[in-house]
């Protein structure tokens, strides 16, 4: 096989209001440190909205949890799997912080447009932490600003943007493709559209993919 690195592309689908996610980003994150000097890799966040019809002003945090799991002791339960694993990945979820769950349309719109000025992973980083360790309001569009500022975009710009329809279309286009490939949950990771990995798999799974798509690389050029 050729000493170039192996060009790898990963379209991560997920929700910003999705603990998961966020522990399926530093998972997938650990593994590319693994394979930094073998794999040149892009990673381009796909929307995935887990509740699309949710109002535009969101809802209570804890009617929509007893909504969503029937009682909040459901939750309770799954919350110390997801404390455990947040702190196996350095995540220190704060979810006593979080009084409203947002609507996060306008997050994904502003993930888009991250993704044309070359700061997509920073604005979702610091989606995930202004939601899950800060309890910051992620539908506000006050609050969106402050977060694209703090991840290195230029604030007018993201003003103009957020007040416009731009973007809109296109993310409808992108989450709408990820239903018809079969997506029903998130995070889902798909490498070089050619493999999957659903869920927030453990670095190993990645690993695993990467050198399955290195082998095949070497393969086809065999056959050149």
Known sequence: MSDQATALYIDAYSDVICPWCYVGKRRLERALLQVVDKVNAKVCWRPFQLNPTMPQQGMNRTVYLETKFGSLQVFKEMEEHLLAAGMAEQIPFAFEKIARTPNTFQA??????AGRQDK??????????????????????????????????EQRGVESFLATET????????????????????????????????????????????????????????LR
Not at 177 to 198: E, K
């Open 167 to 222: 973007g809109v279309a296109e993310v409808k286009t992108e989450e709408a493709a990820g239903h018809r490939m079969g997506i029903r949950s998130v995070p889902h990771f798909v490498l070089n559209d050619l493999y999957a990995i659903s869920g927030a798999q453990r670095p190993e799974a990645f690993l695993g993919a990467f050198q399955r798509i290195r082998t095949d690389l070497a393969e086809k050029a065999m």
């Open 108 to 113: 994904h719109r502003l993930i888009w447009y």
């Open 120 to 153: 997509q992973d920073s604005v979702v980083e610091a989606l995930f932490r202004g939601y899950f360790v800060e309890g910051t309001d992620i539908s506000n569009i006050q609050t969106l600003v402050n977060v694209a500022q703090s991840a290195g975009l």
